[in-house]
């Protein structure tokens, strides 16, 4: 980093103290930066990064609720509303005990490079709550997000700020949350959330999006490289949302999969794992991975508290969490000669274990570039919503793949062009600085 982009990290350090994971994603964009503002000197005059990592607006709330005995409860509910130069803010809503500010502002600034990377108008944001679904009942669930959304509704609208899901919310909390808002307003207003059910507004293939998106960028990572996924081994790490499309993608391309996980333990399936198992126990029973291996029969091990990592394969695509994947376990993926390592998470490889990838020569696709399907979807949603229509699952899946194109290409040449070929972390935080940074320039001082 130089010396200006040291000293202004140290400074956000200061401002933020005990945001950690905003620490680290910060520290990880800031890293790629000096060699733009060295190009262009406008940026750094105009104060570009120092104005990207402060949120235009944080919003922060209490939710009481009562469960299902009557007993109160009151969790704190978050929206990080970071940057609107490109569009409206847009990013997901975590429910899960760990959200805390700090987690919420890393994945909001994430998200600020990542929609500016897919080419397509919205901001940045995230938000979510500390809630903890696990074990709550549907109804207990629905008071939440009704008491939730009570107060989240004046901060939203299809212009000014569009939530989707992320860890702990999925179809179901969308329904509730959409619902509230729609009884609150007295609106029906379509855009103002994604990842809708498809009989009310949602849009075709955007629950797959996230998963299918970074298997499709690991498969233009390793055509550059003159390979494909066909026969390939892998481990994803993950059972929800984005690892069992993920997992459905990759084995629809010849690749085995041989794990996923959850916070209990890891699975691995000797015969690739069986998806419509897999959405049988974790999506419609809710239920533990444990479950999955005891009905698979002979070819499936559950391993509990074990990592997926310890598995050899050739690509890893880790899609749990924030820092699941350690520079202990990058040198064990790399001493079992793993090629291509990409992100369906946010920022689930330490910068450790990324130093470790980058050292072996491992294709790195970071999340902001390989998980951005998911998001350039909503964005298709709310192009379907404003124009009152739905899309075929064929039409939706195509443009995904044209994105998941464009943005590979896109952090490839910016990486070439900043003499850094082949890193797909410095061409994604670049190019999508890039573009936020020149319509702040053109917005004016805000
Ligand atoms: P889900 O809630 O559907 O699934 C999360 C999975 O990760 C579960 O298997 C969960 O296990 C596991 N997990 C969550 N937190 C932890 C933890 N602290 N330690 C260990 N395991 C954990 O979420 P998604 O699949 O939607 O999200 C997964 C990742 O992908 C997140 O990083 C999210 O930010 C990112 N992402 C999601 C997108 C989307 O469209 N949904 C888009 C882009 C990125 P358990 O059930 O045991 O908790
Ligand atoms: O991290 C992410 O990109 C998401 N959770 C999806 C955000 C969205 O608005 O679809």
């Known amino acids: 980093m130089s010396a200006g982009l040291t000293a202004l990290h140290a400074e956000l350090v200061r401002r933020n103290p005990g945001e950690a994971e905003f620490h680290q994603a910060a520290s990880e964009v800031l890293e790629s930066l000096a060699p733009v503002l060295t190009a262009r000197p406008?940026?750094?005059?105009?104060?570009?990064?120092?104005?990207?990592?402060?949120p235009e607006r944080q919003i922060m709330f209490r939710v009481p609720w009562q469960d299902d005995s009557g007993t109160v409860h009151i969790n704190r509910g978050f929206r990080v509303e970071f940057n609107s130069a490109l569009g409206p803010y847009k990013g997901?809503?975590?429910?899960?005990?760990?959200?805390?500010?700090?987690?919420?502002?890393?994945?909001?600034?994430?998200?600020?490079?990542?929609?500016?990377?897919?080419?397509?108008?919205?901001?940045?944001?995230?938000?979510?709550?500390?809630?903890?679904?696990?074990?709550?009942?549907?109804?207990?669930?629905?008071?939440?997000?009704?008491?939730?959304?009570?107060?989240?509704?004046?901060?939203?609208?299809?212009?000014?700020?569009?939530?989707?899901?992320?860890?702990?919310?999925?179809?179901?909390?969308?329904?509730?949350?959409?619902?509230?808002?729609?009884?609150?307003?007295?609106?029906?207003?379509?855009?103002?959330?994604?990842?809708?059910?498809?009989g009310w507004g949602g849009s075709t293939a955007r629950t797959e999006a996230?998963?299918?998106?970074?298997?499709?960028?690991?498969?233009?990572?390793?055509?550059?490289?003159?390979?494909?996924?066909?026969?390939?081994?892998?481990?994803?790490?993950g059972a929800g949302n984005v690892a069992i499309y993920t997992i459905e993608k990759a084995q629809s391309l010849g690749a085995n999969v041989?794990?996923?996980?959850?916070?209990?333990?890891?699975?691995?399936?000797?015969?690739?794992?069986?998806?419509?198992?897999?959405?049988q126990v974790k999506e419609v029973e809710r239920g533990r991975l444990?479950?999955?291996?005891?009905?698979?029969?002979?070819?499936?091990?559950?391993?509990?508290?074990?990592?997926?990592?310890?598995?050899?394969?050739?690509?890893?695509?880790?899609?749990?969490?924030?820092?699941?994947?350690?520079?202990?376990?990058?040198?064990?993926?790399?001493?079992?000669?793993?090629?291509a390592v990409s992100e369906g998470a946010n920022m689930p490889t330490t910068p450790e274990a990324v130093a470790v990838f980058k050292e072996a020569g491992v294709a790195f696709g970071p999340g902001k570039a390989a998980n951005a399907g998911g998001v350039a979807t909503s964005a298709l949603e709310m192009r379907q919503n404003s124009a009152r229509e739905s899309w075929s699952f064929e039409r939706t899946e195509n443009e995904l793949a044209v994105i998941m194109r464009g943005i590979h290409e896109t952090c490839y040449e910016t990486a070439e062009r900043y003499g850094r070929p082949g890193d797909y972390v410095a061409g994604a935080n670049i190019a999508g600085f890039e573009r936020v940074a020149d319509a702040m320039v053109a917005q004016g001082l805000i």
């Open 42 to 54: 406008e940026l750094a005059e105009a104060k570009i990064v120092e104005r990207i990592c402060e």
């Open 92 to 198: 997901g809503l975590r429910f899960h005990p760990s959200v805390n500010l700090g987690i919420v502002k890393f994945l909001g600034f994430e998200q600020i490079f990542k929609n500016s990377l897919t080419g397509l108008n919205i901001g940045g944001g995230k938000g979510g709550s500390d809630f903890d679904p696990r074990g709550r009942s549907a109804a207990e669930v629905m008071r939440f997000c009704q008491s939730f959304m009570t107060e989240l509704h004046r901060h939203l609208g299809e212009h000014t700020d569009v939530p989707a899901g992320d860890i702990g919310v999925g179809g179901r909390e969308i329904g509730y949350l959409f619902g509230q808002y729609r009884r609150i307003t007295n609106r029906w207003e379509a855009g103002v959330l994604t990842g809708k059910g498809l």
């Open 210 to 237: 996230t998963g299918y998106g970074n298997v499709l960028f690991t498969a233009e990572m390793l055509k550059r490289r003159g390979e494909d996924l066909d026969g390939q081994q892998v481990v994803v790490s």
């Open 258 to 279: 041989l794990t996923c996980s959850d916070s209990g333990g890891y699975v691995v399936d000797e015969k690739g794992i069986d998806v419509r198992l897999l959405r």
């Open 290 to 339: 444990e479950t999955y291996a005891q009905r698979r029969g002979a070819s499936a091990t559950y391993v509990p508290g074990g990592r997926v990592w310890d598995v050899a394969c050739d690509v890893a695509l880790p899609s749990a969490t924030q820092n699941e994947l350690d520079a202990d376990a990058a040198r064990i993926l790399v001493r079992n000669g793993v090629k």
